[in-house]
């Protein structure tokens, strides 16, 4: 592996603003990004460049243009796959992210598809009360990366940025 820090992937990011927050988030916690396409907008959209204001130039982003083309890199650069989802079968505070992980999240429509559940690693799911179904997909990513940069930081595995 040659980047020790984490990887929040957007796959095929439905929503503009939503997408434009997270890289923005990527940005001010030093975490790198990526994005499966396609995406459901067009990256000079003005809602994805106003949510990620002028934090976007300071994103370490990749751009894939398939799933496929995402798990090339994923497998040659020996990372981890957690995926954030609600049918996630562990808890974010019992899953041990460990430096290189990726944290993928999916479409706010639909989800990821099952070829994508299949490849990760880990599902991992935020405890919410009921009957509530899920958190927005920008708030979800932000939890789950502080949890898992604290984890990383607490193992000296990280360096602060």
């Keep these: ?3 020790p820090n984490l990887v929040l992937a957007l796959y095929e990011p439905d929503i503009a603003a939503n997408a434009g927050a997270m890289l923005r988030t990527c940005a001010c916690l030093g975490v790198a990004a990526a994005i499966v396409e396609p995406a459901g907008f067009v990256f000079s959209d003005a809602r994805f460049r106003r949510a990620g204001m002028d934090y976007l130039d300071a994103v ?3 751009r894939y243009t398939s799933f496929a083309a995402f798990e090339a890199w994923r497998a040659a650069e020996g990372r981890r796959l957690a995926l954030l989802t609600t049918r996630g079968g562990v808890d974010l505070l019992d899953f041990r992210f460990a430096p290189g992980d990726v ?3 999916g479409r706010e429509s639909a989800g990821v598809p099952e070829e994508v559940h299949a490849k990760a690693d880990a599902r991992v799911r935020i405890p919410i009360r009921a009957p ?8 979800a990513a932000a939890i789950a990366l502080a949890e898992a940069l604290r984890q990383i930081s607490k ?6 940025v």
Aim: charged share 15%; hydrophobic share 55%; proline share 0%.
């Design 103 to 105: 944290l993928m999240v």
């Design 132 to 139: 509530m179904r899920s958190l927005n997909v920008g708030v």
């Design 60 to 62: 370490a982003l990749r």
């Design 1 to 3: 592996m040659n980047d």
């Design 155 to 160: 193992a000296g595995g990280l360096a602060q």
